[in-house]
């Protein structure tokens, strides 16, 4: 059994009992207390082997789009394969997970970085090296990296939800690029990227996967860019579910697939 702790400022001070603050507490504990109730009950209960071939469970996994287009082909292929009557429910990220997780809204959350807070475990399943792309008249040649100024020279796009990594290796450097379009997901860049003269800088097992598709060239960016994390968290409540044991292992071993395609860098 898993014990979650609680931090000392969770519990009230001596002598400070109203109803706001009591009130206000107990809101601040909920997950964690939710998470307690639900691993003692479960440890006490008998524990029933999670039947692959008959199940019809429902998973539902808060999941970005970079995750969810790097994760989930050789997700559902293995899931296809091992369980075909599960059933898999892949909703819009939400940074408010542990809200959804204790209002028992979502199982799974998936996405660019490891969470760190409680009361979740987490891993990093796969990391990937950034890759520039531009259309093939307006790269360089071959596989070549382009040189700092020729790529500062160009307008670029921005694809991301949490921030500019590029940028900021740029800025220590004392330089900066000129974005001309933001998307808020992958799903469109890579066609527009394909008809300009524009440049963006995405995970390299995402370019890949567009290359051929929009006659896109990759090349290395001329900086040294963060690595794209695909990570994932459940709430501490699940530790002993024999199912999300087994769909955890699924990530782990789509995440293996995925790695044969696009290495790991870690």
Not at 50 to 71: C, E, P, V
Not at 139 to 153: H, Q, R, V, Y
Not at 176 to 189: D, G, K, N
Not at 238 to 262: G, I, K, N, T, Y
Request: some cysteine.
């Amino acid at each position: 059994m898993t014990v979650v702790l609680l931090p000392a400022r969770a519990l009230l001070p001596m002598g400070v009992c109203t109803a706001g603050a009591a009130a206000a507490r107990a809101e601040e504990l909920k997950p964690c207390v939710s998470a307690l109730l639900d691993e003692i009950a479960r440890t006490f209960a008998p524990l029933d082997a999670f039947k692959l071939a008959t199940s019809t469970g429902h998973f539902r996994i808060l999941a970005n789009d970079y995750a969810t287009l790097a994760m989930l082909t050789p997700l559902a292929a293995c899931l296809r394969q091992r369980a075909p009557g599960i059933v898999l429910g892949i909703l819009f990220f939400d940074r408010r997970f542990e809200e959804r997780f204790a209002a028992r809204e979502a199982d799974l959350v998936m996405g660019g970085r490891q969470p760190a807070r409680l009361p979740l475990c987490a891993g990093v399943v796969h990391r990937t090296l950034p890759v520039a792309a531009a259309r093939r008249p307006s790269a360089p040649g071959g596989d070549a990296t382009i040189a700092l100024d020729a790529f500062l020279a160009k307008d670029h796009v921005l694809v991301s939800s949490r921030g500019r990594v590029v940028d900021k290796p740029l800025a220590a450097l004392g330089h900066s690029r000129r974005v001309v379009l933001t998307f808020p997901h992958f799903l469109v860049a890579p066609a527009v990227v394909a008809r300009t003269d524009l440049v963006m800088t995405v995970p390299a097992c995402i370019a890949h996967g567009y290359a051929k598709g929009h006659a896109l060239r990759l090349f290395e960016p001329p900086l040294d860019v963060a690595p794209f994390d695909v990570a994932f968290a459940w709430p501490a409540r699940s530790v002993a579910d024999p199912a999300m044991q087994w769909m955890r292992q699924q990530f782990e071993d789509a995440a293996q697939v995925l790695r044969q395609h696009c290495p790991d860098k870690r």
